[in-house]
C-alpha cells in the first residue's frame, strides 16, 4: 500500500480491526507516550496484526541506539548489567519482538480527540474517525521489527 502523503501506520489486533470495519467500534483508544500524538484531520493506518513474536535476548544490541546510555550508567558493573538495563529498555526500541501482519488495513481519518486525564489515564486519548478505506496487500506483507 502506498500514498501520496505521510501516514502514521498503527497496529490494531484482530479482534479490534474486525469490530472496526464491521462498524461495531467507531473509536480508538491510544497512549500518547510522547512519541505519538493524535491529531483531528490526521490520517491513520491502522494494520492488523496476526501475532507478535518476543524474543528473550535483544536482537539489537550491538547496534542499538540506546546502548552507549546503558554503558554509561552500567560502566562500573560490567557489560552483562548493561544487558540486564537493557533489557528493562526494550520498551522504547522494540528490538525484543517481531510483529506479524494479516495484510488486511484500514485507512482513517481523525474526527474528534479527546484526552482521558479527567478519568486517571493521563497518557491515553481517545478519538473518534472516519473510514476512507479498507484494503488488504496483493502480496503477502513482510513482518517487520517495531520501532
Known amino acids: 500500500m502506498k500514498f501520496g502523503y505521510e501516514i502514521q501506520r498503527v497496529k490494531i489486533l484482530q479482534e479490534y480491526f474486525r469490530a472496526l ?34 524474543f528473550e535476548e535483544c536482537t539489537k544490541y550491538d547496534d542499538c ?31 525484543h519482538k517481531l510483529t506479524h501482519y494479516t495484510g488486511r488495513w484500514c485507512l482513517v481519518q481523525i474526527k474528534k480527540v479527546f484526552k482521558l486525564n479527567k478519568i486517571g489515564l493521563p497518557d491515553y486519548v ?6 476512507l478505506e479498507i484494503g488488504e496487500d496483493e502480496e503477502d506483507e513482510e513482518d517487520e521489527e517495531d520501532e
Open 21 to 54: 470495519i464491521a462498524g461495531e467500534k467507531p473509536f480508538e483508544i491510544r497512549k500518547t507516550d510522547g512519541m505519538k500524538i493524535y491529531e483531528e484531520g490526521e490520517r491513520l493506518l491502522l494494520r492488523e496484526i496476526k501475532e507478535v513474536v518476543y
Open 126 to 131: 481517545a478519538f473518534t474517525f472516519d473510514i
Open 65 to 95: 541506539p540506546y546502548i552507549e546510555e546503558v554503558k554509561n550508567e552500567c560502566e562500573e558493573y560490567g557489560e552483562e548489567e548493561a544487558r540486564d538495563l537493557c533489557g528493562k529498555m526494550r520498551v522504547q526500541c522494540g528490538a
